[in-house]
């Protein structure tokens, strides 16, 4: 039932779903179900193109065949779906707009890493609290999560990578917020509301609501 009133769009290729905080994009040892489980029992053809943590909510593509799965591949391995995200930091960035190259360890074997590519902009501070966008250029595991970390000014409710006693009970304030792309000549745009987990905090701190047109 929440998957279907999730989706904030469909045709015959693709869906675009707001994934909601708290559920795994796939399956583990330790998950009940996830997104990837919830698409299989609808129809096996389906397939995620890309990941979210469990902790992060937002934007979500799943492709309903083969021939858009591997068009959707071509698309993010050659960088040519753009994501923005939007994230309520704990503290102050040191430079409001700048890209931020960061060696990201491989969880699976730790001999390996790589390098990633994001870049951020800051659109409003209170107090000891920032909101923040951000275009990752890479797609790494926790790529934003650790560059926040990198900054000195982790995500508010990161519970793996922000070791702040403050604000340590939220849900996780991130959320892929943006996705536009090009599918068979055709333009894509899709943003999301922010979760209401979001909007009560921001309320709660006196930060101002953002516009949907999440843009650098």
């Excluded at 399956?27 to 397939?47: A, L, R, T, V």
């Excluded at 792309?181 to 709660?204: A, C, G, R």
Aim: with cysteine.
């Amino acid at each position: 039932k929440i998957f279907m009133s999730s989706i904030l769009f469909e045709n015959s290729d693709f869906i675009i779903l707001d994934k909601w905080a708290g559920i795994a994009t796939q399956g583990g040892s330790k998950i009940n179900i996830s997104i990837d489980d919830i698409i299989k029992n609808i129809s096996s053809k389906y397939n995620l193109v890309h990941r979210l943590d469990r902790e992060t909510s937002g934007l979500l593509i799943i492709a309903k065949n083969l021939q858009t799965t591997k068009i959707f591949g071509k698309l993010f391995k050659e960088q040519l779906i753009s994501k923005i995200y939007f994230a309520i930091y704990q503290g102050v960035p040191k430079n409001k707009e700048s890209e931020v190259e960061l060696l990201i360890e491989n969880k699976k074997d730790l001999s390996k890493s790589s390098n990633s590519l994001t870049r951020y902009k800051v659109c409003q501070t209170n107090k000891s609290l920032s909101t923040l966008l951000f275009a990752p250029r890479t797609g790494k595991t926790h790529q934003i999560r650790l560059v926040a970390k990198h900054l000195g000014t982790p995500i508010v409710g990161d519970t793996k990578y922000n070791k702040m006693i403050k604000n340590n009970t939220e849900i996780l304030k991130l959320n892929a917020c943006s996705l536009k792309f090009e599918v068979n000549n055709k333009n894509y745009e899709f943003s999301t509301n922010l979760p209401d987990h979001f909007k009560k905090f921001m309320q709660k701190n006196s930060l101002k609501k953002i516009e949907k047109n999440y843009q650098f």
